[in-house]
Nanobody, 123 residues
Framework: QVQLLESGGGLVQAGGSLRLSCAAS????????MGWFRQAPGKEREFVAV????????SYGDSVKGRFTISRDNAKNTVLLQMNSLKPEDSAVYYC????????????????WGQGTQVTVSS
């Protein structure tokens, strides 16, 4: 059974930082593309970042480029999202997702999802 467990969310002031972590189990982690998405109330799920299965290719949503960094540790079955210079508009539930081999930014491409972790940025 595949499980993705996010952690690291919380309340932070604008300009601050948070690091989200996603621990994966039940899958051959090194074969999966891993992504982060977010969803704010009343809005559609939004692409944040993606990293290839080997960790050598990364892409970011336009709203987070230059502020967020995605990384992975295949030995520990973990993917991280370092979030710096946070803004109130970054407030959302952040989801970790796994996609077998295909590198993409569309939520529909991802077959496995975590339960999400809340990030709230105060102004």
């Amino acid at each position: 059974q595949v499980q993705l467990l996010e952690s690291g969310g919380g309340l932070v002031q604008a300009g601050g930082s948070l690091r989200l972590s996603c621990a994966a189990s039940g899958l051959t982690f090194s074969r999966y593309v891993m992504g982060w998405f977010r969803q704010a109330p009343g809005k559609e799920r939004e692409f944040v970042a993606v990293v290839s299965s080997g960790g050598d290719t990364r892409s970011y949503g336009d709203s987070v480029k230059g502020r967020f960094t995605i990384s992975r540790d295949n030995a520990k079955n973990t993917v991280l999202l370092q979030m710096n210079s946070l803004k109130p508009e970054d407030s959302a539930v952040y989801y970790c997702a796994a996609n077998y081999r295909a590198y993409g930014v569309n939520p529909g491409q991802y077959g496995y999802w975590g339960q999400g972790t809340q990030v709230t940025v105060s102004s």
